[in-house]
Nanobody, 120 residues
């Protein structure tokens, strides 16, 4: 089993910055892919940024140039640096990782979410 624990959310004024972290622990052999998603009440969860299994990084158009996803492989930490935040970035942010365990099987894992609120 694997646990993903996010931190770093909070309340910030428009134009400000936050850095989200996601710590993975447990039965981890290989992390295949990693991503950040976000969700607001009444809407579907949407992808924000992603690191694929070959290291490619992709961002959704609405965060390009403002957000940066990165990974510390040695400590199994995933980050999302968010700059120039806008009120429309307000959401519950989730980290996602597809992880292969020692058994050889892979499965997706989600964190519990961390709230980001951007005031105008």
């Amino acid at each position: 089993q694997v646990q993903l624990v996010e931190s770093g959310g909070g309340l910030v004024q428009a134009g400000g910055s936050l850095r989200l972290s996601c710590a993975a622990s447990g039965d981890i052999s290989i992390i295949n892919s990693m991503a950040w998603f976000r969700q607001v009440p009444g809407k579907q969860r949407e992808s924000v940024a992603r690191i694929s299994n070959n290291g490619d990084i992709n961002y959704s158009d609405f965060v390009k140039g403002r957000f940066t996803i990165s990974h510390d492989a040695a400590q199994n930490l995933l980050f999302l640096q968010m700059n120039n935040l806008k009120p429309e970035d307000t959401a519950l942010y989730y980290c996602y990782e597809n992880i292969k365990g020692r058994s050889g099987s892979s499965r997706p894992y989600w964190g519990q979410g961390t709230q980001v609120t951007v005031s105008a």
